[in-house]
């Protein structure tokens, strides 16, 4: 049986419209769903200034629709997490990532205590705030992202659509504006930071389209305290696909949905092979925007096959407005899959 | 000065180029035995690794507890918000495809899959293909894709194996499991053995104040130390056994000694002319002393040096050997490989060096005060060691009482060197006392035993230094021969007398395979309800191991039936009372603690104990103190009762089954064989349990067989070789014999009985001093090393064989020696100048 | 200048023709070239003549230590060249003494167990033995020293000694290699009458081997020899 045949034939939830979103409930894991993620990415500063940019990003893959459950290491889903600090003035990025199964709490997502958690790296979910803490070898911080503004549901019917078939599409959930507030200890220094935060959570069980490579994802948060998010799927030919998309979040909390055609997004310069400079423009809202990174070298790289490289990282935009945000930027090394991989890098 | 050191020594070292050669391989076996065993104990004892440490990954902190820690403590631990990495392990060992025994360990995969990966190892997570049930394995074991049988406990189980591991990371096979697995495989029920926590490298050198944190907030019964501890404790448990076998491994060297002297003493009566003539023309006598040093210093780095080489040879073969003993005696180790370590190898060599030095020195000293004048005369019988022989027989009673009063001294470090020391005086008693005898006897022998004997005794009292000093090395040897195996057999009485009244059970179960001081495998508990059940069977006494670890020292604590071993077994005790004992026992109160244990921790009956158990630490009045010969570790008893308390879903190590003297043996044994029949279990009854020890017992002491055995055969080789040299200096009388009308045979048989009557003075002063060094072995060094309490018991027969075999030995190495004498041509002798 | 033989007894010892030749050190030495001697019963023969003459050589020779390379030595009418290993043990034993020029008494040994060794190698029992060699002791004038030691003896003494040793088996033929050549002369005067008086007593043939002239005034012939061959 092929890897298309088993996946088609597999009972796992398709993201296709019509799901009623409950919240709190749908913060929260959604089993029946294969791949989740929970998304945390920051700008923040200290009293002075020094700018730091965060991500603390958790992952669920169900290993299979079922597994019997025989003693408490029995394991259905597996916890990723991954977690980044850029040292902006200080030129550094640091990032780590952990790979768990839930055995007897060490990883998972508890809706009741609000908690989604992989060791010592934890986000409470409250009505009013989710509180980030994460600790690491070389840094660990301690933040308090306050809700800003409530949270928004992109695309059309409930789902973002990434491809021609029903079910090549996600329930994304994000909240675009989060008030960031809290301690940042890197090596023996302590940061007292403030600054803003995004948040994204997405819930599929679909693979990526197989003429796609990646993509290029994009939150701004404009100091006109409207937000955007885009993403450009990107072909294997290099061109956008034409299920690229994005939402426009007005100050108010309204979203609108961006489409495909409205969406100019132009790589710049090239760092490693990834382009780190962007030309932004919607022309529609009279947003021509420039993106440069706030450091280059935001790259995290893979230990292991297991996982893709990608780079993730602080942004700052200039031009029509003024903003920061994060760019992400996948499948420049190999291609993306949500799934076990499987033989050697081709 | 060093074409004179080759003119005056190295060329008559060529020139008698047997006698070099024998001496240089007493020298070069001495030195190879203590390289071999040193060499051998570190590979044996795996380096002071248990097989548990064998996949190391640079972990710094280990959390363990008896019976297990829960599972949800790893939960609490991740969360906590340090910079540490956890890595919890089941930790067993399995038997593969029936065959060997190997460590076996149960991993996180998920949370190791990323090193795993990145190392190149393909450990992924578990597939999601159902059904399939993997392993991964060190390549000796099997490669991808085989299936692979794995007995743990009791059941066996098949696997696939989905990958090999990198065996340089990891000494010795293994077999890895994800936790999950090795969960079910080995019935922990969700517990975990042991908690590797490791540091970040910023972190490292604050191991200690680490594991104070992490043991903050921990249940009492949970222990949280440094990585190194335990690999500190096998080295100290350990200790006692390597010192033992380094102190019988320097034997050979002792008895090396002895003819080193002989040799160079030799080497100074051969010379006296030239030395004389030497000191005539203006050679001083330090420049004599520092010559003859210098030879015995060839001989100790040359003999050192080929010592080495052998040594590194023997040391494969003695690995086996001494693993043996480790394995039954202390704990599973994985032969690690045998290394060739500078620091033994600069040891033995030094000792080599530095004995043949020593026993030198007196000759050498010797050979500096020969006035010019008197190294001219010749022909002088050696009458100063006459009167010395007296004064030596002085100093030999001295050394006896100094002996005597060493082993009443307490044990030092743990290490009883009051009796290494008593042992050393002994011998050196026994070689003072060797002149007089020799004279004694040597003196009287007159024509009555023949001509030959008489010519034989009065040629040895003659020669009183050089037959002496032979007949000292070879007692030695037999000294160490007769103690040993007095000891050895006295232990094998004693424990056979323990087994047969302690051990009353009428079959015995355990889990199939070789049985280890660490290793605890267990039964299922279904098994044992069933054979309860069959008729005739009175009681099935559960028994429980855990291995723990008190005062750093490993102790086996063990839960029982306490009822049916006092009702059944009519256990008794050494000291304490039998009633009071159980009484206090089942209340939950006492314990009773075996003889090792007691002696090891200064623990007597009424004292208090603390012990570990589950995540709590009772303690425990000690209301008894029994025998025990299978460990020397030591035994805390429990009630099962209190044990389930604290460990509540345990299952049984071994069975012990009370039958009803009435009932069918054979058929219930078929019985009880039939309940448990597809487990893999191994049945003794009471009198197969019996050789079952023995052949351990055998097996443990064979190293110590070798030992000795090399010391004889140094010995031996020193007698053929210093009586050729004697031969070679009496030439002349031969010669004269001939003359006087002495038949060839004649002088055959004068030569026999020379080396007859050097064995048996040898046997003489061996055997009686090698009795008085077993009370020395027995009840000092074994008591204060070990802790048992070994009833003195001659093994006559099997001493009287060994001593006739040693006799015949020597007389044949009187063979060569006389035959030599016998080719001598008496005109070329007699006119010599 | 020759005596004759005075007794006119059958010869004890008749060396005819012999020569004696080995190789030494890759050369062919000639030690004895074409020797013939013959010794009655009683007769005291000197062998004079300068180291490496072939003295010590003939003495070997007559006294069945060794082999003639051509000719024959008979001792006591047998031809030594006919007998094995055993013969010529047991014919030393009856026939022959030795004396020394360094005395060669086990240290090891009394003077008493000295003199009797050649009757125990003989195989006869410790008492005759011992009584015998307290005889032979009293005949060399050294009764009461049966318990001493050699090292406690003078020179003379020790050769005394071994003379009493030599006769303990009353030998037909006694040879004596230098006996006086480590003593000085008085003694050595004395040791020459006891030998002389051996021969006469006990009817045995005495051969000495001297480089020393003088000692020649007790013989009854002197044998010259030089380079292998009698002058």
């Known amino acids: 049986m092929t890897r298309r045949q088993w996946l088609a034939a597999t009972t796992f939830l398709k993201a296709i419209p019509g799901w009623r979103y409950e919240f709190p409930r749908d913060h929260f894991s959604h089993p029946a769903f294969r791949t989740e993620w929970w998304y945390y990415t920051g700008n923040v500063a200290d009293a002075q200034g020094r700018p730091f940019g965060f991500e603390l990003t958790f992952f669920r893959a169900a290993l299979a629709e079922s597994v019997e459950r025989r003693n408490v290491w029995s394991t259905r889903d597996a916890y990723m997490a991954h977690l980044a600090l850029t040292d902006i003035a200080g030129k550094a990025f640091y990032h780590s990532e952990r790979l768990n199964r839930p055995g ?23 009505p009013e705030a989710h509180r980030l803490r ?9 933040l308090d992202l306050a809700v800003a503004k409530p949270p928004v549901i992109h695309g059309h019917g409930g789902v973002s659509q990434k491809g021609p078939l029903a079910g090549q599409a996600s329930h994304y959930i994000s909240f675009t504006r989060l008030e960031a507030g809290g301690e940042i200890v890197l090596g023996a220094e302590r940061f007292r930071v403030r600054g803003s935060a995004w948040m994204d959570h997405e819930f599929f069980s679909s693979e990526l389209d197989e003429k796609l490579a990646g993509w290029d994802w994009f939150s701004i948060q404009l100091d006109n305290r409207e937000e955007l998010m885009l993403y450009r799927l990107r072909q294997k030919d290099g061109a956008a696909s034409p299920w690229s998309a994005g939402s426009y979040v007005r100050a108010d909390g309204r979203i609108e949905h961006l489409e495909a055609a409205e969406l100019e997004l132009e790589p710049g310069r090239k760092w490693k092979n990834y382009p780190v400079a962007w030309r932004v423009r919607v022309k529609r809202l009279g947003i021509d925007l420039l993106a440069e990174p706030r450091l280059d070298s935001q790259e995290l790289l893979s230990k292991a096959k297991l996982t893709p490289s990608y780079w993730e990282g602080a942004m700052v935009f200039r031009g029509s407005h003024r903003g920061l945000g994060y760019l992400e930027m996948t499948g420049y090394d190999d291609r993306v899959l949500f799934t076990r991989r499987e033989g050697v890098r081709k | 000065m060093s074409a004179l050191f080759a003119r005056l020594i190295l060329r008559p070292l060529w020139a008698d180029r047997g006698r070099t050669m024998v001496t240089l391989a007493s020298i070069a076996l001495g030195v190879a035995v203590i390289f071999a065993m040193d060499l051998a104990g570190e590979a044996a004892a795996g380096s002071f690794r248990s097989s548990m440490e064998t996949v190391s990954g640079g972990e710094d902190i280990e959390i363990l507890s008896t019976g297990g820690l829960p599972a949800d403590l790893l939960g609490r631990l991740s969360g906590l918000p340090y910079p540490l990495r956890y890595s919890p392990r089941i930790e067993d060992f399995a038997i593969v495809n029936e065959k060997r025994t190997v460590p076996l360990f149960g991993v996180d995969v998920f949370a190791n899959a990323l090193e795993l990966a990145e190392a190149g190892n393909r450990a992924e997570p578990k597939l999601t293909e159902a059904g399939q049930r993997g392993v991964f394995t060190t390549a000796g074991l099997g490669r991808r894709g085989e299936s692979i049988r794995l007995q743990v406990n009791d059941e066996a189980h098949d696997f696939t194996i989905l990958g090999t591991i990198d065996s340089r990371q990891v000494s010795g096979d293994l077999v890895l499991l994800d936790l999950e697995d090795a969960d079910l495989v080995t019935g922990r029920q969700g517990k975990i053995d042991r908690i590797l926590v490791t540091l970040p490298e910023t972190e490292k050198a604050a191991v200690d104040q680490w594991a104070e944190r992490l043991r903050q907030g921990m249940p009492e019964g949970i222990t949280v130390r440094p990585v190194g501890a335990r690999k500190e404790e096998n080295r100290k448990m350990l ?24 040799t160079i003493s030799v080497s100074v009566v051969r010379r006296r002319a030239e030395i004389g003539i030497v000191r005539a023309v203006g050679g001083t006598g330090r420049l004599m002393v520092a010559g003859f040093l210098a030879e015995a210093l060839f001989f100790g780095l040359a003999g050192g040096l080929l010592g080495l080489a052998l040594g590194r040879i023997l040391a494969e073969g003695a690995v086996k050997l001494v693993g043996l003993t480790v394995t039954a005696l202390y704990v599973s ?16 060599l030094g000792s080599g060096v530095l004995v043949s030095l020593l026993a030198a020195l007196a000759p050498a000293l010797e050979a500096g005060r020969i006035p010019p004048t008197e190294a001219m005369a010749r022909g002088r019988v050696d009458t100063q060691l006459q009167a010395a022989a007296g004064r030596q027989l002085a100093y030999a009673g001295a050394l006896l009482g100094l002996s005597w009063a060493l082993s009443l001294l307490p044990p030092w470090g743990g290490k009883p060197m009051g009796g290494y020391v ?14 007089s005898l020799v004279a004694f006897v040597g003196r009287r022998m007159t024509g009555w035993a023949g001509v030959e004997a008489l010519l034989a005794g009065r040629s040895l009292a003659g020669a009183l230094r050089r037959s002496s000093v032979l007949v000292a090395a070879l007692a030695t040897a037999i000294a160490m021969m007769t103690s040993v195996g007095i000891m050895v057999g006295s232990f094998r009485e004693t424990m056979l007398t323990w087994i047969d009244r302690q051990i009353r059970a009428d079959f015995y179960l355990r889990p199939a395979g070789e049985a280890a001081m660490d290793r605890h495998p267990t039964i299922s508990e279904d098994v044992a309800r069933r054979i309860e059940q069959i008729p005739g069977v009175l009681a099935v006494d559960r028994f429980r191991a855990y291995s723990i670890r008190y005062n750093g020292l490993p102790v086996i604590l063990a839960a029982g039936d306490v009822q049916a071993q006092m009702r059944y077994g009519r256990t008794s005790l050494q000291k304490g009372d039998n009633a009071d004992a159980v009484r206090g026992m089942l209340a939950g109160e006492a314990v009773i603690v075996s003889e090792p244990f007691g002696e090891k921790h200064g623990v007597k009956v009424g004292d208090r104990i603390t012990v570990p158990l589950g995540q709590a630490r009772p303690s425990f009045r000690v209301a008894g103190i029994f025998l025990d010969y299978s460990s020397e570790n030591g035994y805390i008893i429990l009630d099962q009762s209190v044990a389930r308390r604290y460990l509540p879903a345990d299952e049984p190590s071994n069975l012990a089954i009370y039958a009803d003297e009435k009932a069918d043996r054979a058929a219930l ?23 079952e020890a023995v052949r351990i017992f055998d097996q443990t002491f064979a190293v110590t067989y070798a030992l000795e055995a090399v010391a004889i055969f140094v010995a031996v080789m020193g007698v053929a070789g210093a009586m050729l040299a004697l031969i070679i200096d009496r030439r002349r009388e031969i010669g004269l014999l001939r003359f006087l009308g002495g038949a060839a045979g004649q002088v055959r048989r004068m030569v026999l009985f020379e080396a007859g009557l050097i064995g048996l003075f040898s046997q003489l002063l061996g055997v009686l001093s090698g009795a008085l060094l077993s009370l020395v072995l027995i009840f000092v060094i074994n008591k204060q090393s070990f802790g048992w309490t070994i009833e003195f018991h001659l093994p006559v027969l099997a001493l009287l064989s060994a001593l006739a075999f040693v006799l015949l030995a020597t007389i044949l190495a009187g063979l060569y020696p006389a035959r030599m004498a016998t080719r001598l041509n008496p005109i070329e002798v007699m006119h010599e100048e | 200048m020759e005596k004759r033989n ?32 013959e010794m009655a019963p009683g007769e005291f023969f000197a062998l004079v003549g300068r180291s490496g003459c072939g003295k010590s050589t003939l003495l070997n020779l007559a006294g069945a230590m060794d082999f003639p390379t051509r000719g024959t030595v008979r001792i006591a009418g047998q031809d030594t060249g006919r007998l094995d290993d055993a013969g010529l043990t047991g014919l030393r034993r009856q026939q022959v003494g030795f004396i020394f020029q360094n005395f060669q008494l086990l240290p090891t040994l009394t003077v008493a167990e000295n003199v009797e060794l050649p009757l125990l190698l003989a195989g006869l029992r410790p008492a005759p033995a011992r009584a015998r060699a307290i ?3 009293a005949w060399v004038e050294l009764d009461g020293y049966e318990n001493r030691m050699p090292h406690q003896l003078s020179g003379g003494q020790m050769q005394r000694v071994a003379i009493a040793r030599a006769l303990v088996h009353r030998p037909r033929l006694l040879l004596a290699d230098e006996p006086i050549g480590n003593l000085d002369t008085a003694t050595g005067n004395l040791i020459l009458d006891l030998l002389r008086r051996a021969a006469r007593d006990f009817s045995a043939a005495v051969l000495m081997a001297t480089h020393s002239p003088d000692s020649t005034r007790v013989t009854d012939r002197v044998v010259e020899m030089r380079d292998g061959r009698i002058q």
């Open chain 2, 422 to 435: 008593a042992t050393l005086a002994l011998v050196g008693a026994a070689s003072f006392t060797a002149p």
């Open chain 1, 134 to 142: 994460a600790v690491a070898e070389k840094f660990s911080f301690a």
């Open chain 2, 333 to 348: 180790s994985t032969a690690a490989p045998v290394e060739f370590a500078w620091s033994a190898a600069a040891v033995s």
């Open chain 3, 6 to 37: 005075l007794t006119g007894c059958v010869a004890i010892l008749r060396i005819e023709d012999v020569s004696k030749e080995y190789v030494a050190q890759g050369q062919r030495v000639v030690a004895l070239d074409a020797v013939s001697l």
């Open chain 2, 669 to 691: 044994r078929a019985r009880i064989e039939a309940s448990y029949a597809p487990r893999r279990i191994a049945l003794f009854e009471n009198r197969s349990l019996r050789n």
């Open chain 1, 104 to 126: 007897p709490g060490l990883a998972g997502v508890d809706a009741a205590r609000g908690r989604i958690w992989n060791g010592n790296w934890e986000s409470l979910v409250q």
């Open chain 2, 239 to 262: 200790a006692a056994f390597r010192w033992n076998l380094r102190v019988l491994s320097y034997i050979a060297l002792l008895v090396g000694a002895f003819l080193i002297y002989n």
């Open chain 3, 135 to 137: 005889e032979s002791l």
